[in-house]
């Protein structure tokens, strides 16, 4: 159990255009939702967390307009990257919380690969 | 502030034992994680510490001294798919994470 799945696991778009990445938790109900971002042999970053229902809470240095995310239920949650620009090509990685397994471990998902040219 | 420290890179022998060590300062503490992460992956996890002492998972080992603010991931008779980074995370409080640097570990054969 605690499965998280991500789509797309890569994509490519122009400079200017948006791209929306969906992360489900496939056999629990994910309490909470994380988004981070990782740079090329640097560690996670965390850029948000979302509940079901309710806004969620960025980072310092996260910009909310720039990064949306909606929550829309128990298993998914998705993150927007709006008018997308090659500095915001990176690995996109979500995961999710509340299924079983030990203290408050996060379950993640695959990962996504955003090249922006 | 929040701070999480760990070596960069590190190298060793197939079959041997190492030792990656994570200092942290955080805010509040309500658990440290360690994870595996291999090359454009996802961070697996590895083993959890809430109370102090040794975890013993198989051929990994994780420790925690929440005085000293330290832990360590022992990986005994290290296989080359062993190779990947490792993740020291700190959860300052409910279930957020806060990841360390990073340890990329090679082994060699």
């Known amino acids: 159990g605690a499965v998280v799945s991500q789509h797309p696991s890569r994509v490519i778009c122009k400079s200017g255009t948006s791209v929306k990445i969906e992360c489900r938790s496939l056999d629990f109900q994910a309490t909470t939702m994380f988004w981070y971002r990782q740079f090329p042999k640097k560690s996670l970053m965390l850029m948000a967390t979302s509940n079901e229902g309710s806004k969620a809470t960025y980072e310092q240095g996260v910009e909310k307009d720039k990064f949306l995310i909606n929550h829309a239920s128990l298993t998914l949650s998705t993150l927007t990257v709006t008018s997308a620009h090659p500095e915001d090509s990176s690995f996109y990685i979500c995961?999710?919380?509340?299924?079983?397994?030990?203290?408050?471990?996060?379950?993640f998902g695959p990962g996504t690969r955003l090249t922006v040219l | 502030g929040q701070n999480i420290d760990q070596p960069t890179e590190m190298t060793a022998t197939e079959g041997a034992i190492v030792q990656i060590n994570c200092t942290y300062q955080t805010s509040g503490f309500n658990g440290l994680f360690w994870y595996q992460q291999h090359a454009g992956e996802a961070p697996t996890f590895l083993s959890y510490?809430?109370?102090?002492g040794l975890e013993e998972k198989g051929r990994f080992s994780s420790f925690l001294s929440r005085s000293k603010g330290y832990s360590y991931l022992l990986l005994k008779e290290l296989q080359m798919k062993d190779s990947a980074s490792y993740l020291c995370?700190?959860?300052?409080?409910?279930?957020?994470?806060?990841f360390g640097t990073g340890t990329r570990l090679q082994v060699f054969p």
């Open positions: 995370a700190v959860s300052p409080y409910t279930d957020k994470l806060i």
């Open positions: 510490n809430v109370l102090d």
């Open positions: 995961s999710a919380s509340g299924g079983s397994g030990s203290g408050n471990e996060q379950f």
